[in-house]
């Protein structure tokens, strides 16, 4: 581990408590708003702080990943589960957050995959809210799974601003972002590095394609269940 990755892991962990501290004490005062009505003007700075919060646990998260990346040390608890139902849960999920758009979802509800469940999550996710984000003018998001040669290949396509051909090459690439979105869009270039990491440890692929102020479709692959055998 270089300086770098052993200064983001002293930090990020000594960052998670104070964090984890800050966040109940914000639910405990929004408890308290809720038991006395004279408190409500209280209450929408409470809801900004929260969602600060959740950012930089996310960022945090995210830190924690890259360290167990670079040491070898990203563990998969696998098991069998269907994969349609784990992505209306991540849709609901990420429409909590922001609903600007409608996700079309389309593929065989009856599918299963053997996989770590919540890392799987974690890879759709960020996907999901790439594609919300990277395009702020479009109305809708596609999500697709299908069977193509013995494995389930996942897809999610927006109609946004897309990613110039010459960096498409690098977008998988730690603490990557494009020039020109950088200074509209916040992030640290970690999310697709983690995504295709996680990938990787279920020995599946992940990739995009994309056309600048077109849309992207990121896609990744998982092995298929058929009568809860993993196939080959």
């Known amino acids: 581990m270089n300086r770098k990755d052993e200064f983001m892991s002293i930090a990020s962990h000594e960052l998670k408590t104070p964090i984890t501290s800050v966040k109940a004490s914000l639910q405990l005062i929004d408890k308290m708003v809720g038991k006395h009505p004279q408190l409500e003007s209280v ?37 069998f589960f269907n994969l ?4 209306v849960d991540s849709v609901e999920q990420c429409q909590l957050i922001d609903n600007r758009h409608k996700i079309l979802i389309k593929g065989n509800n009856e599918l299963k ?6 890392r799987i999550e974690q890879v759709f996710c960020n996907l999901i809210n790439n594609a919300i984000k990277y395009s702020p003018k479009a109305e809708e998001v596609h999500v697709g799974f299908e069977i193509l040669d013995d494995q389930i290949t996942v897809s999610v396509t927006d ?9 498409v090459a690098n977008i998988f690439d730690r603490f ?19 995504s295709s990491e996680i990938i990787k440890q279920h020995n599946g692929e992940i990739g ?25």
């Open 43 to 79: 209450a929408p700075f409470i809801s900004k702080a929260s969602k600060q919060v959740n950012k930089l646990t996310n960022i945090i998260n995210d830190l924690l990943d890259v360290t167990k990346i670079q040491a070898g040390k990203l563990q998969l608890n696998e098991s």
């Open 84 to 87: 349609y139902q784990l992505i």
């Open 113 to 118: 995959i053997y996989a770590d469940r919540d």
């Open 159 to 167: 109609f946004g601003i897309g990613i110039p051909a010459e960096k």
């Open 176 to 194: 990557f972002r494009v020039e020109h979105t950088s200074k509209n869009f916040s992030g640290l270039g970690l999310g697709l590095y983690i």
């Open 208 to 232: 995009v394609i994309s056309e600048t102020d077109k849309g992207s479709t990121f896609w990744f692959t998982v092995k298929l269940i058929v009568n809860n055998i993993v196939t080959t």
